[in-house]
């Protein structure tokens, strides 16, 4: 049979979304669930903190020399661990598995797209999409399409957490916190939060286990389907600044290269003026999956209510990873970067403004909507921006990507429940708006250079 780049795209995204469906579930439930001493946040703080590490150090050198595959698998693996962890939480278990568990924040995204973006570039595909590669060049479709699927694992995580702790629920309990909302929404501020364990813990401890359970079980079903069923993509040329390919003899050379290509990709002044809007994008991830789950939900509506909150937020976020290729596709990145940021900066104002009470609080479910919708944006349109500025060293410009993201992500979590939520927001809105400038002077400078070279193309043709 004949194997295609459709197959093996298909393998890979569905297994991706599998795993990723489990730790997003977690994810959601962590600051809630584990809200005593901050412990859900500390572990998220220790996740993203890790991986950190992982990502300038060790993800470029595992992604040239072990190869998308295996990175990704190894990183799946790690969200298995963090999983397992959260059957016995403490200190004792939740940051032993909180280490193993950055593996996935570190891997995890930068193989994917690696994976899709050498799938894509080097190997030969069926002849529905050969006008499309013939080039050499990715279709944004592809990455929307990628962003799509893998991102509706916010809806089915969401909608198992939903079902499993709300389905335990006793029916004469009530959603609501008691009518007090005072040290909700943008007024939550963790120290001063004193009627916090009520609504944040689930009311029967056996339903977040049968949750924990199931999750595990999709982690390690992804992890087998990747290991027998997907086969490793070529990998691009990474290179060094002096212009030879990485391919060094001992782990030495092989450290020392890997630590120099990144530091000459991370100091290029293209990728300093996209890096703020790439820190925002995983600054805002950690405000969805934090702050706004147990001010917003939790303090409000009940921690049983998070899934169905957040499977509003996965269902925009999936529709906005397709729509986002082919916005790009047919305007162009520019308006997409400029309407997104002004979509951004009305929904943080409106969050500001909202007074909870019982008669608005379906205005929660509207703010998830409008988070995810960004989300599913900013995602997809910031590795199409990546693709088509760093065609040259992808593995270096995703692992980049990864290395900021995951470095916004620890930033934000450590905020989360040291720093009140009225000033996350204020903060949300000067990242933005600094991102889509840096994008704005690249997209500039870039195009300014693209019209100074055919300028002088042309003068030496008439010459």
């Given at each position: 049979?004949?194997?295609?780049?459709?197959?093996?795209?298909?393998?890979?995204?569905?297994?991706?979304?599998?795993?990723?469906?489990?730790?997003?579930?977690?994810?959601?439930?962590?600051?809630?669930?584990?809200?005593?001493?901050?412990?859900?946040?500390?572990?998220?703080?220790?996740?993203?903190?890790?991986?950190?590490?992982?990502?300038?150090?060790?993800?470029?050198?595992?992604?040239?020399?072990?190869?998308?595959?295996?990175?990704?698998?190894?990183?799946?693996?790690?969200?298995?661990?963090?999983?397992?962890?959260?059957?016995?939480?403490?200190?004792?278990?939740?940051?032993?598995?909180?280490?193993?568990?950055?593996?996935?924040?570190?891997?995890?995204?930068?193989?994917?797209?690696?994976?899709?973006?050498?799938?894509?570039?080097?190997?030969?595909?069926?002849?529905?999409?050969?006008?499309?590669?013939?080039?050499?060049?990715?279709?944004d479709l592809w990455f929307g399409r990628f962003f799509g699927i893998l991102k509706t694992c916010v809806i089915w995580a969401n909608l198992i957490s939903y079902g499993v702790?709300?389905?335990?629920?006793?029916?004469?309990?009530?959603?609501?916190?008691?009518?007090?909302?005072?040290?909700?929404?943008?007024?939550?501020?963790?120290?001063?939060?004193?009627?916090?364990?009520?609504?944040?813990?689930?009311?029967?401890?056996?339903?977040?286990?049968?949750?924990?359970?199931?999750?595990?079980?999709?982690?390690?079903?992804?992890?087998?389907?990747?290991?027998?069923?997907?086969?490793?993509?070529?990998?691009?040329?990474?290179?060094?600044?002096?212009?030879?390919?990485?391919?060094?003899?001992s782990i030495l050379n092989i450290i020392s290269s890997s630590v120099k290509s990144t530091a000459y990709h991370l100091t290029s002044t293209d990728q300093i003026l996209m890096?703020?809007?790439?820190?925002?994008?995983?600054?805002?991830?950690?405000?969805?999956?934090?702050?706004?789950?147990?001010?917003?939900?939790?303090?409000?509506?009940?921690?049983?209510?998070?899934?169905?909150?957040?499977?509003?937020?996965?269902?925009?976020?999936?529709?906005?990873?397709?729509?986002?290729?082919?916005?790009?596709?047919?305007?162009?990145?520019?308006?997409?970067?400029?309407?997104?940021?002004?979509?951004?900066?009305?929904?943080?104002?409106?969050?500001?403004?909202?007074?909870?009470?019982?008669?608005?609080?379906?205005?929660?479910?509207?703010?998830?909507?409008?988070?995810?919708?960004?989300?599913?944006?900013?995602?997809?349109?910031?590795?199409?921006?990546?693709?088509?500025?760093?065609?040259?060293?992808?593995?270096?410009?995703?692992?980049?990507?990864?290395?900021?993201?995951?470095?916004?992500?620890?930033?934000?979590?450590?905020?989360?429940?040291?720093?009140?939520?009225?000033?996350?927001?204020?903060?949300?809105?000067?990242?933005?708006?600094?991102?889509?400038?840096?994008?704005?002077?690249?997209?500039?400078?870039?195009?300014?250079?693209?019209?100074?070279?055919?300028?002088?193309?042309?003068?030496?043709?008439?010459?």
């Amino acid at each position: 049979m004949v194997q295609t780049a459709t197959k093996y795209f298909l393998i890979v995204v569905i297994g991706t979304t599998i795993n990723v469906t489990a730790y997003v579930g977690l994810l959601d439930l962590q600051s809630s669930i584990h809200i005593s001493h901050n412990l859900g946040t500390t572990s998220l703080s220790i996740t993203y903190g890790c991986g950190l590490l992982l990502s300038l150090f060790v993800t470029p050198l595992l992604l040239c020399n072990l190869g998308a595959k295996w990175t990704l698998i190894l990183g799946e693996f790690g969200f298995s661990v963090l999983t397992l962890a959260n059957f016995y939480p403490g200190y004792a278990t939740i940051i032993p598995g909180s280490i193993v568990g950055s593996m996935g924040e570190s891997f995890v995204w930068a193989a994917g797209q690696l994976y899709i973006a050498n799938l894509f570039l080097n190997r030969p595909v069926d002849n529905e999409h050969a006008d499309a590669n013939s080039n050499g060049e990715i279709p944004d479709l592809w990455f929307g399409r990628f962003f799509g699927i893998l991102k509706t694992c916010v809806i089915w995580a969401n909608l198992i957490s939903y079902g499993v702790l709300y389905g335990f629920k006793s029916s004469s309990i009530s959603n609501f916190t008691n009518g007090n909302y005072s040290n909700c929404a943008s007024n939550f501020c963790y120290a001063t939060t004193k009627h916090g364990s009520g609504s944040y813990i689930p009311h029967n401890r056996n339903s977040l286990y049968i949750l924990l359970g199931v999750y595990l079980g999709l982690q390690l079903f992804s992890v087998g389907l990747h290991v027998f069923y997907l086969e490793p993509a070529e990998r691009s040329a990474a290179r060094i600044p002096n212009g030879t390919a990485v391919a060094p003899t001992s782990i030495l050379n092989i450290i020392s290269s890997s630590v120099k290509s990144t530091a000459y990709h991370l100091t290029s002044t293209d990728q300093i003026l996209m890096t703020p809007i790439i820190f925002y994008y995983g600054f805002m991830i950690s405000y969805s999956f934090s702050d706004f789950t147990r001010a917003f939900v939790s303090c409000t509506l009940g921690v049983e209510e998070v899934g169905l909150v957040m499977a509003v937020y996965g269902v925009f976020n999936a529709i906005m990873g397709f729509g986002a290729g082919k916005a790009s596709h047919m305007c162009g990145l520019p308006i997409v970067y400029i309407v997104t940021c002004l979509f951004d900066i009305g929904n943080y104002v409106a969050q500001l403004l909202f007074r909870p009470e019982v008669a608005t609080r379906y205005w929660v479910f509207a703010f998830a909507a409008m988070l995810g919708t960004s989300d599913g944006i900013w995602q997809t349109v910031i590795s199409i921006t990546e693709i088509g500025y760093f065609r040259d060293r992808l593995e270096l410009a995703f692992a980049g990507v990864a290395f900021w993201q995951v470095l916004a992500m620890t930033v934000g979590f450590i905020m989360s429940g040291r720093v009140c939520l009225r000033i996350r927001i204020i903060l949300l809105i000067s990242t933005v708006v600094l991102g889509c400038f840096g994008y704005g002077i690249t997209e500039t400078k870039r195009r300014n250079s693209r019209k100074y070279l055919s300028e002088e193309n042309e003068r030496i043709l008439a010459n």
